[in-house]
T-cell receptor
Framework: KAGVTQTPRYLIKTRGQQVTLSCSPISGHRSVSWYQQTPGQGLQFLFE???????NKGNFPGRFSGRQFSNSRSEMNVSTLELGDSALYLC???????????FGEGSRLTVL | GESVGLHLPTLSVQEGDNSIINCAYS??????FIWYKQESGKGPQFIID?????DKRQGQRVTVLLNKTVKHLSLQIAATQPGDSAVYFC????????????FGSGTQLTVLP
């Protein structure tokens, strides 16, 4: 069974630009969560989607948004990029029930 | 929200020795805890979980202990191997249907030859 796939793995943007990251969950998993990982703040929850609906949201500004498609694939978007948005963005999927999350390898975003 | 913290940022052990990684949490409403391992350049990998109605759970070479009285969690790794070198995170989920994990800051485990 294929794992969680995130694209792109690495990208460089400049301040003010926007970025879209993609996540394909494990087949059969309907829940997709996004996390931001930085050396200073660690792993922080962004949001969770289940059956195309945002079910939970972390404490991030409105520049961070996401969506989920009918095939459970998810995208997250960050608009008006700031230097502090440089981070590893991790996507995780699970069946939707409480339990372990399966993480992808992440998308490393560098904002210059 | 509540935070999950770790006692030590780094831990070095000799190959073959046992490792103990500690974690303190402050949210009394948390009822599910997970340990993750993250190797360099990779996403976190599930190791073991424990629910609040348990105080010990064992896996392959790993044991998680939960002390709700002092809000403390530990991960014990038996016969530590070079492949165990990684950052270890504890994470908690508050009671209810949420799947939002609150992660600790992580402990870097280094296995010495």
């Amino acid at each position: 069974k294929a794992g969680v796939t995130q694209t792109p793995r690495y990208l460089i943007k400049t301040r003010g630009q926007q970025v879209t990251l993609s996540c394909s969950p494990i087949s059969g998993h309907r829940s997709v969560s996004w996390y931001q990982q930085t050396p200073g703040q660690g792993l922080q929850f962004l949001f969770e989607y289940f059956s195309e609906t945002q079910r939970n949201k972390g404490n991030f500004p409105g520049r961070f948004s996401g969506r989920q498609f009918s095939n459970s694939r998810s995208e997250m978007n960050v608009s008006t990029l700031e230097l502090g948005d440089s981070a590893l963005y991790l996507c995780a999927s699970n069946t939707g029930l409480r339990g372990e999350l399966f993480f992808g390898e992440g998308s490393r975003l560098t904002v210059l | 929200g509540e935070s999950v913290g770790l006692h030590l940022p780094t831990l070095s052990v000799q190959e073959g020795d046992n490792s103990i990684i500690n974690c303190a949490y402050s949210n009394s409403a948390s009822d599910y805890f997970i340990w993750y391992k993250q190797e360099s350049g990779k996403g976190p990998q599930f190791i073991i979980d424990i629910r609040s109605n348990m105080d010990k759970r064992q896996g392959q070479r790993v044991t998680v202990l939960l002390n709700k009285t002092v809000k403390h969690l530990s991960l014990q790794i038996a016969a530590t191997q070079p492949g165990d070198s990684a950052v270890y995170f504890c994470a908690e989920i508050e009671g209810g249907s949420a799947r939002q994990l609150t992660f600790g800051s992580g402990t870097q485990l280094t296995v010495l030859p």
